[in-house]
């Protein structure tokens, strides 16, 4: 598994974050759509969850940790030439070519 990061910020508040909707297309063909609701409800919710469970293990978040909130869309196969894009809609895309 891997992710691929974009370098656009986006601060919680600036979006409704359970509205999210997404594609995730392989080769230019949409594989995949979902909708950040469907990460428990809300995708801060499962931040919620990791913090909690770490705090009952006296651990926590550090600064500069990367956190995934949860995968909206399932998996996609990739092979070797294959290109894999992200349609975030008006937050933006982004798409990785694997060779």
Known sequence: GAIVM????VRPFDVNLRWIGATLSKNGVIEETGLSAGVMGHPAAGIAWLVNKLAAVKD???????VLAGSFTRPIDIAAGDV???DYGEMGGISVAFT
Do not use: C, F, N
């Not at 974009?6 to 910020?9: E, H, K, M, Q």
């Not at 926590?60 to 990367?66: A, Q, S, T, V």
């Open 6 to 9: 974009g370098g656009r910020v």
């Open 60 to 66: 926590g978040l550090k600064k500069g940790d990367i």
């Open 84 to 86: 894999a894009s992200a």
